[in-house]
């Protein structure tokens, strides 16, 4: 069975800090993506991947890195944590372009 | 700029009735089109999807229906249970990207 593992279901941080997020794929899937979900806006993409050290911005990068330096592994960083950074993060895989996303469980990050 | 619109932030139906969801893109660039379900404290997963070279697309209850000249799309379920109450995402996936674009979502909720 598919599956998208995040690091964590709950993470505190203070502003300022520097902020890992990881998702690990067991799938071997291609692409993978960052979403943010605020109520009212949905899923807002931050970065997406398709290949190992390969890296696209979406729609909101401001604020965010990420790095891909294995297939299975995605991390998403905030290089210096700000309270209008606190929402849910979610990942994704997919095999390619037209084949649906596979969704993590989620990460509510909230930054103090 | 939101890309994919849903409109309506819930929706409330009978079990047993059909539940409508709706959904407006403006990119006439995008041509294949999915919906997830989303369960609070979960990630959303896949449903039904639909290429831009159909209009229809059927799968048990479910049913989407696109319609291109309106760029519109729609989620049928019939008939409506309760276990069918939960967070409704379209999301659009343009020609030669392989970036999706969400909608906000709407909230079915389902009464016995």
């Known amino acids: 069975d598919v599956k998208v593992t995040q690091s964590s279901r709950y993470l505190v941080k203070r502003t300022g800090e520097k902020v890992f997020l990881e998702c690990v794929q067991d799938m071997d899937h291609e692409n993978m993506f960052w979403y943010r979900q605020d109520p009212g806006l949905g899923l807002r993409l931050i970065y997406f991947?398709?290949?190992?050290?390969?890296?696209e911005k979406g729609d909101i990068p401001e604020g965010y890195s990420v790095s891909r330096e294995k297939k299975e592994r995605f991390s998403l960083i905030l290089e210096s944590a700000s309270t209008n950074q606190t929402s849910m993060y979610l990942c994704?895989?997919?095999?390619?372009?037209?084949?649906?996303?596979?969704f993590g469980d989620g990460t509510r990050l909230s930054i103090l | 700029d939101q890309q994919v619109k849903q409109n309506s932030p819930s929706l409330s139906v009978q079990e047993g009735r059909i539940s409508i969801l709706n959904c407006d893109y403006t990119n006439s660039m995008f041509d294949y089109f999915l919906w997830y379900k989303k369960y609070p404290a979960e990630g959303p997963t896949f449903l039904i999807s639909i290429s831009s070279i159909k209009d229809k697309n059927e799968d048990g209850r479910f049913t989407v229906f696109l319609n291109k000249s309106a760029k519109h799309l729609s989620l049928h379920i019939v008939p409506s249970q309760p276990g069918d109450s939960a967070v409704y995402f379209c999301?659009?996936?343009?020609?030669?990207?392989?970036?999706?674009?969400f909608g906000a979502g709407t909230r079915l909720t389902v009464k016995p």
């Open positions: 991947s398709y290949d190992v050290k390969m890296k």
């Open positions: 999301a659009a996936i343009g020609y030669n990207n392989n970036d999706m674009r």
């Open positions: 994704a895989s997919s095999r390619d372009r037209n084949q649906p996303q596979h």
